[in-house]
């Protein structure tokens, strides 16, 4: 949710209606226990300098891991290559305030996670969303886009910003054949890709797919991460990996909030081995949630409205029947005991139809049974809409 | 230290040499304990949200702590007029994109923290230091300045920086008559003051004197704080505190980065009743240290040197006899077993002879014994430079 706007939807309020609005992991998830024994761990340790200004080796070892964890996704990384940041917004931040000047092309998803769209906007860029289908950016559409673009003498964009795998909020991955030709038009017109890569450790089916930054061969690809999804986000540690004069630069845009007790904890907690067992626990939990709500969407949505089928990540987007709204349907949604984001708020300029009739469902947070109760209610508020046409 | 920059003296190492270099609370001051069992009590108390990105009620309590603090010290001050940041720079920084176009102005005084000078100097800001004394900023230049601006057709700055107390790097504290006619000054020619209070709690000698904050009458000062010098550095907690438009617009720049875990852990801490204990004994210990700066000073130093007598903080300015330069000097201290900052980095142009002769002390990190060895280095390395003259 961190940045995920102040639409008029905070404004319905229903405390027994089942949220599926928020990409929050389920409360049952959190490593409670793990970080205090990984607290008590630093300070055994290194109590004399783990909450020092430098931090100790632990807070120092967590550059380590994040690149270890890169490596693992393919990724070519070294320590040198991450820049630990207050949680992934702050590392968009971060390559926003590197790049990005007043009126620069940023070209994003539509639709795209809210909180880059306000982090865009903040910086004054001129943001355009493309395409996307069932496999993610419509890099077709992209390509006839920068094309028309020289063709009419106007310049490429400074960044193209995509989430790739498990999309936020449709929750598509693009293939191989795409990233690849993206990573050839980033060169041919000479733009940076920001690769937000929050959920590519949380697949549940098929195979995976490299991380752009691991087909990158130009140090054209930014890459950032989270540990807000893989541990929790209440520790507010992401990163940016980049090399060279890019990695420098960025490193510049983050001055100071080094929290070096979250950061010792955190890397503890990974060197105990607590990471990938807790991953592969939350995969296993994500997995069971994704699954109830599909079959739910299944069993009780009308006929006419799709939905996508992630292999991970935390969402499901969901496209209304012709004629229905996502944002006027919400009032009666919440009296049918069920809240999610409407589609405008993921779209740069509301996506007209697509924003209308999309939805965003979550099914991080709730509980199983709960979400059913919620797919049922949400089918119900478009029946009533539709007997009442 | 953060941000405290990267000039030649960086290369400079002396492995057993007292460090008197940085503004590093010593170690013992660590509440590592209070700090593991605070965790427990929140992940006891609130184990399904401590880590969620809402956080708990204890998350949402620190801004209610930073108000009581804020009010102790004589600032009308709510919860509703804080923003929390990752630690004091990036609340500069926060308020730096608030206000700070390119080219626009920046007063400060000179010598001052050379974190706040980076940052300044990374949005474009024309930095002008200002002349300070045992009292401060000289407030009669100021006014001088603003003045000879306004005859001459020239803007004033958009922004005042300034430590008004226990000042880094001099340890000086403005009386309460300078700070009202700054207020005064701020609002005839329109700029907004930045008050850093980082040390305003560690006072060990006189009378309290009223924060900038606690005399603003007209929403014109914003106050930055942190619990880097009152808890430790290492969890990266700082503010803001201002009103209505202005803190809204801070809030704006300063995205994401809810550190919730850390949150907790400090509110709880500060709940406990940890902070005022360990603070009290804090001052005891600062004191303990500062007093034996000041004796050394005095029982070794050439009679030419002057130094700064400060109530509180963490430092001790030194002015070197005539003719001696602080950063040509540092190799020959290093050599007799002592390391300080030189002078010329506190200023934003490098401050001439007086950053020449300038060198700032930390009294905050080196034991009582070490610290007097060190003066002593620092004595011997002077008498050298002078004999061979």
Redesign the interface.
Known sequence: ???EGYGAWRSITAPDAVSLV?G??Y??S????E??AA??AV?DEE?????????GEY?GALADVVAEHARDRGVDCDPGDVVLT?????AI?AVCRTFLEPGDGVFAEAPTFM?AL??FR?YDAAVTGLPTDADGLDVGALETELAARRAAGRPAPKLLYTIPTFQNPTGATMPLERRRRLLELAAEYDFVVLEDDAYGALRYDGDPVPPLKALDEEGRVVRVGTF?KTI?????TGWVVAEGEIREQVE?MN????????R?VLARYCREGHFERNVEAFRGEYERRRDRMLDALDAHMPPEATWTDPDGGFFVWVTLPEGLDSAALLPEAAEEGVLYLPGEHFYPDGGDERGERGLRLSFSYAAPDEIDRGIEGLARACQRVLDAR
Do not use: H
Request: net charge negative; aromatic share 12%; hydrophobic share 30%.
């Open positions: 949710m961190d940045g928020f929050f992991p409360p049952e959190f490593p409670n226990e970080l205090v607290a008590r300070f109590g004399d300098v783990a909450l020092q200004y430098t931090g807070a207050n949680g992934s917004t702050r931040d909180g306000n982090l903040g807000s929790a986000p209440g520790v507010r510049r001055p100071g909030g080094t929290n070096t007790f979250t010792g």
